[in-house]
Structures are given as C-alpha cells and as structure tokens.
C-alpha cells in the first residue's frame, strides 16, 4: 500500500481510509498495510472484501485490537479491482485477459498472415501500457513464427514498467528457432521467484519461457540444453496433446512457479480459440482499425468453435468503449464462456 501520511492537510485521526481489499497483516515485497495504517494514526478503515489468502489475511483484526474502527462494505467495483488476486489465492488460476486488433470486419490478419499494423500508433502505446501491468503475456508458435514480436512494455522515456512480464509461447512441436527476439532477449527466471518481485532486468532482456508437448522435450534434447543455456526455460506440458487440460495446466503452473496473477494474451485465432473455448478467459481488450478486408480467407481472432444458435457463443459484457484516434478500443468482461 503506498502511503503517506498527512500529505491531505486534514488531521490524519479524522480520516477514513477506503481500500479495495481488506490491508495485509504479513510481509511480502513492502511491510504490513495494517502496520502502516495504525503507525499513522488513522482512526477507520473501510474496505471492499476479506482477504481470503492465509498469509496475507488477518490485517483486520490485527488493526481492531489496535482500535481501529474497522468495516468490510462490499462493492462490486472495488471488488473487481481484487478479483485477480482471489481467484489466485483461492483458485489456483490467473486471471486471463485476450488481446487483439482487428479490422471493422472481424479479421487479425490477411490470408498471407499480414498484421503489422492493423491499429494506430496510440493504440499501440495503451498496449504497451497495459503490458506494463501485466505478470505474463501468452503467444502461440504461430505468431511467434510470422511477427517475431519481442512482447516487453516500451514506455515513454523515464517511465520504467511497473514490473517485467514472463514472455511465454505455446510451442507444442517445438518449432521456436534460435534467430527469434524472445529467444535472443531472453533472461532466466529461476522457480519459485514470484513475478511481481522482478522490477529489473538487464536492459531489454526479459524471461522467456516455452511450453512444449511432452513428447518434443523427451525427443529434442539437445534443443532443449541449447536453449536453457541461453536463459530460456522450457516447460513440458503433461501429455494431453492439444486438448483443453494442457492450457489449465500451464496456467496452474504459473501460478504455482511465479506467483503469475495477470495474463494478457496476444495471439492468433488458434491459441486463443482454445483459451476460450477451455473457459479460462475472463476479459476482451479489442483494437478497431478503421479497415476492411471483405475476404472471408483472412485471419480471425478466435478459431475452434462450431456453433449453431446465437445463445451458444460467448457472452460478453462491454466495459469501456472508447476512440483513439480513430481507433475503436473495447474492453469486455466475459459474463458465459
Ligand atoms: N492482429 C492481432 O492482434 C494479432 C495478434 C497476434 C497474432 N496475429 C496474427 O495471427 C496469425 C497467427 O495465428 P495462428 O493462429 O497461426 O497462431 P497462434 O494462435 O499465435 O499460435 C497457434 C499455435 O499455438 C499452439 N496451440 C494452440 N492451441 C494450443 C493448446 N491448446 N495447447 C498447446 N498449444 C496450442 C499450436 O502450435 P502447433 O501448431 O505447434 O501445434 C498452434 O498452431 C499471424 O498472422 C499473426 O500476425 C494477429
């Protein structure tokens, strides 16, 4: 909790601070919130949700023995601030947002694969400002093969990422060559080191890690070695092939090796098509291009589903719209996988 106190003007014993989630009672990368708020002499505390995590929770009680009035007021927009964090927590999964921009006509790409660019410049810098907030960002082999991205945030100048995101490839046959960016900017990260602990890196480097099939990581070893040795880590995903358990898997192993809270994916219609259909997508972040292809063989932004009735797709609820220069931004929260 980032706190000071006194800087209102207002005596600090006559004000109430309102927090999204209940303050923690342990230390983890800063010291206790509620040590802090009873060092600065504030009388009440409001907030939005117990904490449900054994070892951050407890900071309720430990600010009521100190006098502090205490009061949980739930509130649905508060709440969401915290969702991440208790599905973690309580669930074992990260939160998982899908990211992709598209032409007026639905399509991230043309036929060939061209995408480069379909949004504007402004567009394009909220990206990277959202990637700045993010614990990790998801591509598939297939993106990875025709953009070559290097997935960091790049900020304007003097404005450091608040932190430096896992880069992570669904890479079933083990096809990443050596040549690609997030191999060559790659750092490792060794298990166990929670995400949101790692601020820096050496410049423009950051971890990279590949999920391959089980059978690729048996039968390509020497690839394997290869690549660890140039601080990429490489993940054998247990051998379901491409079904749904091989993705909730990944996603627990996030989480269970890096404390991973947030996702963003940014790939094609293949990997994020069986993101959704897996039911492990909570949010839509969508670019608008003002384009059109008019070709029904260009590229769409989620493959894998067959569906007959309307009632049967995906629902979603809108939850900003905005313009950007031209371009379309929408944010939706899926309300039924
Ligand atoms: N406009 C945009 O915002 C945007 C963003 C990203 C990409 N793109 C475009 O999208 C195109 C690439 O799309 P794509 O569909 O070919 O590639 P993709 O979604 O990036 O990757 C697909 C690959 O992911 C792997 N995969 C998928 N589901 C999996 C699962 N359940 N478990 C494990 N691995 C899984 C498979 O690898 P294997 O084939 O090895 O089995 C699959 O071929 C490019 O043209 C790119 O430019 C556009």
Redesign the pocket.
């Known amino acids: 909790m980032p706190w000071r106190a006194g800087t209102a003007g207002s005596p600090i014993a006559e004000c109430t601070a309102y927090v999204t989630l209940e303050p923690c009672g342990h230390t983890g990368k800063t010291g206790p919130c509620a040590d802090a708020l009873i060092a600065a002499g504030i009388t009440r505390v409001v907030f939005a949700r117990h904490d449900p995590h054994d070892v951050s929770g407890g900071g309720a009680s430990k600010l009521q023995a100190a006098g502090i009035e205490v009061s949980c007021t739930p509130c649905p927009e508060a709440q969401r601030v915290s969702d991440p964090f208790c599905r973690r927590v309580t669930q074992g999964l990260p939160s998982i947002t899908c ?4 032409t007026l006509d639905g ?4 036929r ?5 660019w ?2 504007n410049e402004t567009s394009r810098r909220v990206v990277h400002r959202i990637r700045s907030r993010m614990d990790a960002i998801i ?9 070559d ?1 290097l997935l960091t945030a790049r900020l304007p100048a003097g404005r450091p990422p608040k932190r430096v995101a896992l880069r992570i490839v ?6 990443i060559p050596h040549s690609c960016q997030l191999v060559q900017t790659s750092c490792a990260i060794p298990v166990g080191t929670p995400v949101r602990t790692v601020d820096t890196m050496p410049a423009g480097r950051a971890p990279t890690i590949v ?1 391959i ?1 089980d059978h690729a990581y048996r039968s390509q070893t020497v690839k394997v070695d290869s690549l660890s040795r140039e601080g990429v880590t490489v993940i054998a ?1 247990p051998e ?5 358990p ?2 909730e898997w ?1 996603a627990r192993e996030l989480v269970r090796r890096y404390e991973v809270t947030n996702i963003l994916v ?10 959704l259909k ?1 039911k492990l997508v909570g949010e839509l972040h969508v ?1 608008i291009g003002p384009r059109l292809l008019a070709d029904d063989r260009a ?1 769409d ?1 989620a ?2 589903f067959q569906i007959e009735h309307i009632q049967d797709g995906t629902e979603l609820a809108l939850r900003r719209a905005r313009v950007l220069d031209g371009d379309v931004e929408l944010k939706y929260r899926v309300v039924k996988p």
Do not use: N, Y
């Open positions: 990211k992709w921009a598209q399509k991230i790409a043309t060939s694969g061209h995408s480069q379909i949004s591509t598939g082999i297939g993106t990875v093969m025709r953009d991205p669904f890479d079933p046959a083990f096809d999920c099939s995903i379901h092939g491409r079904t749904m091989s993705l990944v940014e790939a094609g219609g293949g990997l994020t098509g069986t993101l897996a670019f590229i932004p493959r894998m």
